[in-house]
């Protein structure tokens, strides 16, 4: 007897349908291995490898906010800046009031305040989310235009605000005493600063990849990134949802901009706007939307950075501009495109 007309077919995945996922995962060794050859001096590539992850560690937990308020808002928050710049500022702040733990020859105590100052900044950062989130954000939904126009505005607003508060000379600080000095492996000297920006910027995105794909409030998250009209079809507050987000965001920009300020041992107030173009580059890389095209991303562009500084100063200021148009030659919506409902 012949099978049914409607009987289902089975599709077998190609080779190439199956690997497809992971080849953007593979372009971080490759630009790695490019590197080696390129550098060739084994103790220098080291070096500038675990600088370049830093980096890209530290890019990705202030890009990471952003891509999900684009992916789940479709809000384009150029004030995103502000929220750097202004945790920089309030966790150096709590960071010189705790000079006293930070100076002191404990691990125990330079890592307590450094967390005091994380929260103080993330705390803060999150309420004036909440608040820009209202009274700037709101009014522009469903215009990209007004978006960019009264997100710069906000941006340079709380610009001002920073000069009038901190006053308009940068701030040079200290990192705590645990975290200066270098780690040393055979002829390579490495940062301890770097090695534990590596290591919370690895921290968060599990974290982040934890409660997007293992809690109920991630799943929320990802269905209104997908089809944000059915989850609140489905009975679910799309609007409070969107509002946590952007206050976690937000709070995720404080985090970056303390660490981003102990990288660079100084702050000034336009920080955040400088950092934007490589967190923009980031975000574009990845995929708006997908936090892991954006830790790829980040470390794409941490790596490229540091490599091309030392190889040819002169064409590290495009190289990341480079990389973003190579890549969106290669895949146009970025390394992991968002599927949204139509």
């Not at 920089?88 to 105590?109: I, N, P, Q, R």
């Not at 890592?111 to 820009?132: D, E, R, S």
């Amino acid at each position: 007897m012949s099978a049914p007309d409607h009987a289902p077919t089975l599709v077998r995945a190609s080779p190439a349908e199956r690997l497809a996922p992971w080849l953007p995962v593979a372009l971080v060794p490759l630009l790695a291995a490019i590197g080696l050859a390129a550098i060739g001096e084994a103790s220098t590539w080291l070096t500038l490898s675990v600088a370049g992850l830093a980096m890209g560690m530290m890019i990705f937990i202030m890009a990471s906010g952003l891509t999900l308020v684009f992916g789940l808002m479709d809000v384009i928050n150029f004030g995103h800046g502000a929220f750097i710049s202004v945790g920089a500022f309030v966790g150096v702040t709590a960071l010189l009031a705790l000079s006293g733990m930070t100076g002191a020859d404990s691990v125990a105590l330079n890592i307590a305040a450094l967390i005091l100052a994380i929260i103080a900044a993330m705390i803060a950062t999150g309420a004036m989310g909440y608040v820009f989130e209202r009274v700037v954000v709101m009014p522009a939904y469903g215009s990209h235009l007004k978006q960019i126009l009264v997100t710069m505005g906000g941006l340079i607003v709380v610009e001002q605000l920073i000069y009038v508060i901190w006053g308009p000379d940068a701030i040079f600080i200290s990192r705590p005493a645990t975290l200066q000095g270098s780690l040393t492996f055979g002829d390579a000297a490495i940062e301890t600063y770097r090695i534990a920006a590596v290591v919370i910027g690895l921290l968060l995105f599990a974290a982040m990849r934890l409660v997007l794909t293992r809690t109920k409030i991630g799943l929320l998250v990802r269905a209104g990134v997908a089809d944000g009209e059915m989850v609140q079809a489905l009975g679910y507050r799309i609007r409070r949802l969107f509002v946590m987000v952007f206050v976690a965001g937000s709070a995720l920009a404080g985090l970056g901009g303390v660490m981003w300020g102990l990288y660079q041992q100084t702050i000034t107030a336009p920080m955040g706007q400088e950092v934007m173009i490589l967190v923009f580059i980031v975000v574009i890389i990845g995929g708006l939307g997908s936090v892991g095209g954006c830790f790829i991303g980040a470390l794409l562009v941490g790596l490229l950075a540091n490599y091309v500084a030392f190889l040819a100063p002169k064409v590290a200021l495009v190289s990341n501009i480079a990389l973003m148009v190579a890549i969106l030659m290669w895949r146009p919506e970025g390394l992991y495109a968002v599927v949204r409902a139509k």
